[in-house]
């Protein structure tokens, strides 16, 4: 179903009205529905059936039709005037690939366990994110169940799926994805992703989804054929036109999105969704399509605690304004990409592309940590233009610090995870200023034992577009000087080789090992001082508590005064050299990574935390 908001200026009440998809009626029918403005007619095909069902064209573009004696498993189509077959594009089960029939599913079928689940409070969250196919040997919903103690005994409070959307073929990111609401056949039905969830909320873990609303992938997506009024030519993206948020008849393209959206939290009973480059959903409409989306998810769950996270270039610091009582009005929390970038140049030492906006930008790292955006409105010299709005007024939680994730590891020539990189000294007081920071920290898999598997792109295209892929991803990285000899471009990983995916799938039994098992033990005991130290003071940061002092290259002191006569203090020295600009040390210390020379200078790749009252 789809949901129309009566005032969204005052009473923010919500009527609902007939969505995309199919929908399996009290009385053994079945109703369906596609959206199909550009054609006069439209056919079902059922499997097993010796003839066709006229959909009846109705108004706004609608075709519709009720077909007795239908259910659960049941396979189908649409057949356009010219003959042409094509899924549901609101799919909920697609068991022969993105192009075969789409399966029915059943929303009730599953017996769920998590009644008195409401979800944790977002202050609480340690987010794990995961990418289903290469998280276990298994590569399922199903298989990552077995992980969850493991998870639960690290400290992790909170799970970060990649994309699960239905993908041509066996392997994928998940960011080239065709049908929002099927999950990809890779991974298991329907009830096997359920089962996950139920699992997770068991052990008391958060479980939230990364959603794609800004594009679809380029293999098996015919919207075009019937529908190419979800697309508009004028905006413009990096995947070419854009979809429609604002024009005319962009009233069912709202209602498709927001429907998955409210499918995932109300059928799945996810905790949450993660949007990715939000920055790309362009609406120059009245009403935002991400303002709409904010309210309907919130409005659908009134008694549970579900957060909306956001990837967003433009740093607009203005999407997450709490209210009274620090509840978002809209979204709860932005990946801060900043953060990463000040954090990783300092360590790397890299600056090619975007980061030499942040190597050796003292300023930025201050900022980062204490305000969130190292960007408020300044120019980025990489993009040419200002990026960013003023954050500083913001709580800490809402912004989500990595030094890694998908897109940090993944878009790397050889998908190389930051021990690669940095120096083991480094390393450690990184990790130490982003876990214990009071921003969200989040992990990448693996990366609690520093696990040595790549994360490269994968994908299973065929024929053209593999070829496409395959020269388009070695040209995205000529232009650095490491690549310029074409040999060595060739060296880069073959994105659709299936020896490429397998590369990435973490294996376990490193944990046995030595080296790895004291990375686990290390981030374990961070995790544990940031649940009893740091996570109850979050309650008492609502915006604006944050300030930094810059002590030399590299080096500041970021502190956060708490309500209650506390103040949260970190000297970090995040360079090769010692630095004795810091003051002495006083209050309780809760984390020292590295420490002081005989003198009292901080050595090298050094992070103190402590407490102290003012």
């Known amino acids: 179903m789809a949901w129309t908001m009566l005032n969204p200026d005052s009473s923010r009440r919500f009527e609902r009205r007939p969505g995309h998809g199919p929908r399996l009626l009290p009385d053994g029918s079945t109703s369906f529905r596609l959206w199909a403005p550009a054609q006069p007619r439209i056919q079902l095909e059922v499997a097993g059936h010796p003839f066709h069902y006229p959909l009846e064209p109705g108004s706004g573009g609608w075709h519709e039709a009720t077909v007795q004696d239908l259910g659960a498993g049941a396979r189908y189509c649409f057949v356009l005037p010219d003959g042409k077959r094509v899924?549901?594009?609101?799919?909920?089960?697609?068991?022969?690939?993105?192009?075969?029939?789409?399966?029915?599913?059943?929303?009730?079928?599953?017996?769920?366990?998590?009644?008195?689940?409401?979800?944790?409070?977002?202050?609480?969250?340690?987010?794990?994110?995961?990418?289903?196919?290469?998280?276990?040997?298994?590569?399922?919903?199903?298989?990552?169940?077995?992980?969850?103690?493991?998870?639960?005994?690290?400290?992790?409070?909170?799970?970060?799926?990649?994309?699960?959307?239905?993908?041509?073929?066996?392997?994928?990111?998940?960011?080239?994805?065709?049908?929002?609401?099927?999950?990809?056949?890779?991974?298991?039905?329907?009830?096997?992703?359920?089962?996950?969830?139920?699992?997770?909320?068991?052990?008391?873990?958060?479980?939230?989804?990364?959603?794609?609303?800004?594009?679809?992938?380029?293999?098996?997506?015919?919207?075009?054929?019937?529908?190419?009024?979800?697309?508009?030519?004028?905006?413009?993206?990096?995947?070419?036109?854009?979809?429609?948020?604002?024009?005319?008849?962009?009233?069912?393209?709202?209602?498709?999105?927001?429907?998955?959206?409210?499918?995932?939290?109300?059928?799945?009973?996810?905790?949450?969704?993660?949007?990715?480059?939000?920055?790309?959903?362009?609406?120059?409409?009245?009403?935002?399509?991400?303002?709409?989306?904010?309210?309907?998810?919130?409005?659908?769950?009134?008694?549970?605690?579900?957060?909306?996270?956001?990837?967003?270039?433009?740093?607009?610091?203005?999407?997450?304004?709490?209210?009274?009582?620090?509840?978002?009005?809209?979204?709860?929390?932005?990946?801060?990409?900043?953060?990463?970038?000040?954090?990783?140049?300092?360590?790397?030492?890299?600056?090619?592309?975007?980061?030499?906006?942040?190597?050796?930008?003292?300023l930025k790292l201050g900022r980062a940590l204490a305000e969130g955006f190292a960007f408020q409105g300044e120019v980025m010299h990489f993009r040419g233009s200002a990026r960013g709005e003023a954050s500083w007024y913001l709580p800490p939680d809402a912004f989500v610090a990595f030094i890694q994730n998908h897109d940090q590891v993944g878009n790397r020539a050889y998908g190389e995870r930051w021990h690669h990189l940095a120096t083991h000294e480094a390393r450690r007081a990184v990790a130490a200023v982003y876990l214990l920071l009071p921003q969200i920290p989040m992990l990448f898999m693996g990366e609690e034992w520093n696990a040595p598997q790549p994360f490269p792109f994968f994908c299973d295209f065929d024929g053209e577009l593999a070829e496409a892929v395959r020269s388009g991803r070695r040209a995205e990285f000529g232009h650095l000087a490491e690549f310029s000899d074409p040999r060595r471009r060739d060296t880069i990983p073959d994105p659709v080789s299936e020896a490429t995916f397998k590369?990435?799938?973490?294996?376990?039994?490193?944990?046995?090992?030595?080296?790895?098992?004291?990375?686990?033990?290390?981030?374990?005991?961070?995790l544990a001082v940031r649940r009893a130290e740091i996570v109850p003071r979050l309650r008492l940061l609502t915006g604006g508590e944050g300030g930094y002092f810059i002590r030399g290259p590299q080096a500041v002191t970021v502190q956060w005064l708490c309500r209650g006569g506390t103040c949260l203090r970190l000297n970090a020295n995040l360079s090769d050299v010692p630095n004795a600009d810091f003051p002495a040390s006083r209050g309780r210390r809760l984390w020292l990574e590295g420490g002081r020379d005989a003198q009292g200078a901080l050595r090298p790749w050094t992070a103190e935390w402590l407490l102290v009252d003012t």
Not at 260 to 286: Q, T, V, Y
Not at 324 to 349: E, I, K
Request: glycine content about 8%; charged content about 20%.
């Open 503 to 526: 590369s990435a799938v973490l294996c376990w039994e490193d944990l046995d090992e030595p080296g790895h098992a004291q990375w686990l033990a290390w981030y374990r005991q961070v």
């Open 87 to 362: 899924p549901d594009p609101a799919s909920h089960y697609q068991p022969d690939d993105v192009c075969g029939m789409s399966e029915l599913i059943d929303p009730l079928s599953y017996r769920w366990r998590d009644h008195r689940w409401v979800g944790q409070p977002w202050h609480t969250a340690v987010l794990y994110e995961l990418h289903v196919g290469t998280f276990t040997q298994q590569g399922t919903f199903r298989g990552a169940v077995e992980k969850l103690d493991h998870l639960v005994s690290l400290g992790v409070t909170a799970i970060e799926l990649m994309p699960v959307g239905a993908f041509p073929g066996c392997r994928n990111w998940g960011y080239d994805g065709v049908f929002p609401n099927a999950c990809a056949r890779a991974y298991g039905r329907p009830d096997d992703l359920k089962y996950l969830v139920d699992e997770a909320h068991a052990r008391g873990l958060m479980i939230l989804l990364d959603v794609v609303y800004n594009h679809f992938g380029p293999e098996g997506n015919l919207l075009s054929l019937y529908a190419p009024q979800f697309f508009t030519e004028r905006h413009r993206t990096p995947w070419g036109a854009a979809i429609n948020f604002d024009g005319a008849q962009s009233g069912p393209v709202r209602d498709f999105f927001i429907g998955n959206a409210l499918r995932w939290i109300e059928e799945f009973h996810f905790d949450g969704l993660r949007l990715d480059a939000a920055h790309e959903i362009i609406d120059d409409g009245p009403w935002h399509f991400l303002d709409e989306l904010g309210a309907r998810v919130r409005a659908s769950a009134p008694n549970r605690a579900v957060h909306l996270v956001l990837e967003n270039e433009e740093n607009e610091a203005g999407r997450l304004v709490r209210e009274a009582g620090r509840r978002p009005l809209s979204f709860t929390a932005q990946w801060n990409d900043d953060v990463h970038h000040v954090l990783h140049t300092a360590a790397t030492g890299e600056s090619c592309g975007y980061y030499a906006d942040y190597r050796g930008d003292t």
